[in-house]
T-cell receptor, first 116, second 113 residues
Framework: DAGVIQSPRHEVTEMGQEVTLRCKPI?????LFWYRQTMMRGLELLIY????????DSGMPEDRFSAKMPNASFSTLKIQPSEPRDSAVYFC??????????????FGAGTRLSVL | QQQVKQSPQSLIVQKGGISIINCAYE??????FPWYQQFPGKGPALLIA?????SEKKEGRFTISFNKSAKQFSLHIMDSQPGDSATYFC????????????FGIGTKLQVIP
């Protein structure tokens, strides 16, 4: 398997524009996570899905953020409108229920978002 | 509220030395403690993990020490190598198979020759 695939790798946009980040999880994984990484706050969980259903979105910072998982092989994180404080690296991760008796999350390479 | 506190945030160690990263947690319901390693430009990857029924777990040069009564755990990297230079995250979660993981803020380790 190619692992978790995120696109784009880099995104530069202007304040007020809509941004859509994409993720393809590892085939067969039951869970999908969206994280945001910043120097000040580290890795923050935004939302996670189980079998395409959102389970916990308490980490989504505000209504400008939304996430969808229309099927088991695709998810999007959308920011509308974007603001400079949204600049960060966004990671998608997927996980089977248990992997050799371990709880393991497999991360993509991330999308570096810069909002000017 | 930071449920997993990690220190230091940056660490410089000479090649061959021991790197030590410490974490503390507040929620006594946590019962799974993984460590993730992240190289520049990459996503984090699981390095080693421990459950609170053991006080130590060793995999190669990497050892987790766990103190349940103090609610603290630490990562020791023995014989540190330049290739170990990365950001390390401690983390915690609740329940066997429960997927929500809380991460520490991360420690950027630099191993100098």
């Amino acid at each position: 398997d190619a692992g978790v695939i995120q696109s784009p790798r880099h995104e530069v946009t202007e304040m007020g524009q809509e941004v859509t980040l994409r993720c393809k999880p590892i085939s067969g994984h039951d869970y999908l996570f969206w994280y945001r990484q910043t120097m000040m706050r580290g890795l923050e969980l935004l939302i996670y899905f189980n079998n395409n259903v959102p389970i916990d979105d308490s980490g989504m910072p505000e209504d400008r953020f939304s996430a969808k998982m229309p099927n088991a092989s695709f998810s999007t994180l959308k920011i509308q409108p974007s603001e400079p404080r949204d600049s960060a690296v966004y990671f998608c991760a997927s996980s089977p229920l248990l992997d050799n008796d371990k709880n393991i999350q497999y991360f993509g390479a991330g999308t570096r978002l810069s909002v000017l | 509220q930071q449920q997993v506190k990690q220190s230091p945030q940056s660490l410089i160690v000479q090649k061959g030395g021991i790197s030590i990263i410490n974490c503390a947690y507040e929620n006594t319901a946590f019962d799974y403690f993984p460590w993730y390693q992240q190289f520049p430009g990459k996503g984090p990857a699981l390095l080693i993990a421990i459950r609170p029924d053991v006080s130590e777990k060793k995999e190669g040069r990497f050892t987790i020490s766990f103190n349940k009564s103090a609610k603290q755990f630490s990562l020791h990297i023995m014989d540190s190598q330049p290739g170990d230079s990365a950001t390390y995250f401690c983390a915690a979660s609740i329940g066997w198979g429960y997927q929500k993981v809380t991460f520490g803020i991360g420690t950027k380790l630099q191993v100098i020759p």
